[in-house]
């Protein structure tokens, strides 16, 4: 089993910057996607940020692009989501996500963070 847990967030004015982060331990397959997923209220789970960990390769929600970076600590097995320029509408529950790409293997997700984005 994998664990997946995240850290970070609060509350901040718009414009201003937060970064997630999110360590994953337990028996990893050795091709994985890792990544961030948000609900705002009255949303749907929406796609943000993910990385494939083989190669570093990154992939960004066109909302954030530009604004949100994706990066990795293999020594820590984390990581991180900084969030640069935001916005009102970035307000909503963040859960970090582990995607095995090969394989029969079900996902792996964080209990979710807050991110409260003030006008």
Known sequence: QVQVVESGGG????????RLSCAVSGRTVSSYRMGWFRQGPGKEREFVAAMRWSDGT?????SVKGRFTISRDNAKNTVY????????EDTAV???NYQP????????WGQGIQVTVSS
């Open 11 to 18: 509350s901040v004015q718009a414009g201003g910057s937060l």
């Open 58 to 62: 990154t992939y960004y929600a066109d």
């Open 81 to 88: 989501l900084q969030m640069n320029s935001l916005k009102p």
């Open 94 to 96: 963040y859960s970090c």
């Open 101 to 108: 790409l090969i394989g029969v293997i079900r996902d792996s």
